[in-house]
């Protein structure tokens, strides 16, 4: 493989020796086998392929100063894809068969957990699909789930950047009672338009608004979006946006660290009053904000004034980190160790 340059690793994908795979067939999983090819045989009627059933996760696994090699809430992520193949109508991956799967896909990817003290990380994808052929619409019989990894470096080189998001009205991510809460691919491919269309008019990413009413913020991009005002962390609550393990950890540090928290509907113009905003996902942990602009209304919302993100943003980015590369106590319980 050439040894790989740890310090400046993309976010992106590198190959690795080996993927887990695993079939549900005759209703029942079998055992998880050992892959070296990046390429999947796959049925060319697979309802993955036609109906969208087809869900995935993402995490991540640090090496520890102390050389060993620790993964971030797993169990958190399982219980995500169940919901997610529960919502769209798939075979359910058993929580022990994830573990078991990523575990492994881990220990046979030594090699490429980046060393301590890199910035980079080891970041794990179990995927699922509908694999077995439908032409009428309806859910499959069989089902894949994969589980590949690879290294990836800092989302953002050389510290953590604010960036600037675009308010978009034209485009829904998600339906109130749709996939909005599963993490499933339909729900970022319809993110998409919205998205290039961001990216091509000089912004990080788009922000979405509900989609009954577009008064409240929802999802920030693929993202949650949290704001900050008066010592308190306030995130949205809605019936669309999928519920994100970074975000649901860094409410409960803000707690630990004497910040409040909501969990409520946040209407647009709130945008105002918060002295601090980010979005929060596995990739990045936080983005911070510098700008949120409203084409639509015309309105420019501003954050990060000196090109600094927010000092709580700060102080829930680090102490988040720190339990995960395991340079700070992991009073939570949220790391296990891969033996």
């Not at 696994?61 to 894809?81: C, H, P, Q, T």
């Not at 019936?239 to 649901?248: A, F, M, P, R, V």
């Not at 004497?258 to 905003?277: C, D, N």
């Given at each position: 493989?050439?040894?790989?340059?740890?310090?400046?690793?993309?976010?992106?994908?590198?190959k690795?020796?080996?993927?887990?795979?695993?079939?549900?067939?005759?209703?029942?999983?079998?055992?998880?086998?050992?892959?070296q090819?990046?390429?999947?045989?796959?049925?060319?009627?697979?309802?993955?392929?036609?109906?969208?059933?087809?869900?995935f996760?993402?995490l991540?696994?640090?090496?520890?100063?102390?050389?060993?090699?620790?993964?971030?809430?797993?169990d958190e992520?399982?219980?995500?894809?169940i919901?997610?193949?529960?919502?769209?109508?798939?075979?359910?991956?058993?929580?022990?068969l994830?573990?078991?799967?990523?575990?492994?896909?881990?220990?046979?990817n030594?090699k490429?957990?980046?060393?301590?003290?890199?910035?980079a990380?080891l970041?794990?994808?179990?995927?699922?699909y509908?694999?077995?052929?439908?032409?009428?619409?309806?859910?499959?019989?069989?089902?894949?789930?994969?589980?590949?990894?690879?290294?990836?470096?800092?989302?953002f080189?050389?510290?953590?950047?604010p960036v600037?998001?675009m308010?978009?009205r034209?485009v829904?991510?998600?339906?109130?009672?749709?996939t909005?809460?599963?993490?499933v691919?339909g729900?970022?491919?319809?993110?998409?338009?919205?998205?290039?269309?961001?990216?091509?008019s000089?912004?990080?990413?788009a922000?979405f608004?509900?989609?009954?009413?577009k008064?409240?913020?929802?999802?920030?991009?693929?993202?949650?979006?949290?704001?900050?005002k008066?010592?308190?962390y306030?995130t949205?609550?809605s019936?669309?946006i999928?519920?994100?393990?970074?975000?649901?950890?860094?409410?409960?540090?803000?707690?630990?660290?004497?910040?409040?928290?909501?969990?409520?509907?946040?209407?647009?113009?709130?945008?105002?009053?918060?002295?601090?905003?980010?979005?929060?996902?596995?990739?990045?942990?936080?983005?911070?904000?510098?700008?949120?602009?409203?084409?639509?209304?015309?309105?420019?919302?501003?954050y990060?004034?000196?090109?600094?993100?927010?000092?709580?943003?700060?102080?829930l980015?680090?102490?988040?980190v720190?339990?995960?590369?395991?340079d700070?106590?992991?009073?939570?319980?949220?790391?296990?160790?891969?033996e």
């Amino acid at each position: 493989m050439g040894t790989l340059d740890w310090k400046n690793l993309p976010f992106g994908y590198i190959k690795t020796d080996f993927n887990i795979r695993c079939h549900y067939k005759d209703g029942k999983w079998g055992k998880p086998e050992v892959s070296q090819s990046e390429y999947i045989d796959i049925h060319i009627a697979a309802t993955g392929l036609h109906y969208g059933q087809e869900a995935f996760e993402g995490l991540k696994a640090y090496m520890g100063k102390d050389g060993k090699i620790r993964v971030f809430r797993w169990d958190e992520n399982a219980s995500r894809l169940i919901s997610s193949a529960n919502g769209i109508k798939m075979a359910p991956v058993p929580a022990e068969l994830f573990r078991e799967a990523i575990f492994q896909a881990i220990n046979l990817n030594k090699k490429f957990v980046p060393p301590f003290g890199s910035g980079a990380s080891l970041y794990v994808r179990p995927l699922l699909y509908g694999s077995g052929a439908e032409v009428g619409v309806k859910p499959a019989s069989e089902y894949t789930f994969i589980v590949f990894v690879t290294p990836v470096g800092p989302y953002f080189k050389g510290g953590v950047k604010p960036v600037n998001m675009m308010i978009c009205r034209d485009v829904d991510r998600a339906a109130p009672l749709g996939t909005g809460i599963y993490k499933v691919g339909g729900n970022y491919a319809a993110s998409l338009r919205a998205l290039v269309a961001a990216k091509e008019s000089g912004y990080g990413s788009a922000l979405f608004l509900d989609a009954r009413e577009k008064k409240y913020i929802d999802e920030c991009g693929p993202a949650n979006f949290y704001g900050i005002k008066n010592n308190t962390y306030i995130t949205p609550k809605s019936e669309s946006i999928l519920g994100s393990i970074t975000n649901k950890s860094l409410i409960q540090l803000a707690g630990s660290l004497g910040i409040k928290t909501e969990r409520r509907q946040v209407p647009v113009e709130e945008l105002a009053e918060f002295s601090e905003t980010g979005a929060c996902g596995t990739a990045a942990v936080i983005t911070p904000i510098g700008k949120i602009v409203d084409p639509e209304k015309n309105k420019i919302y501003e954050y990060c004034k000196d090109g600094k993100p927010g000092e709580l943003t700060m102080k829930l980015y680090n102490k988040l980190v720190g339990i995960q590369i395991g340079d700070m106590p992991d009073e939570f319980g949220w790391m296990t160790v891969v033996e």
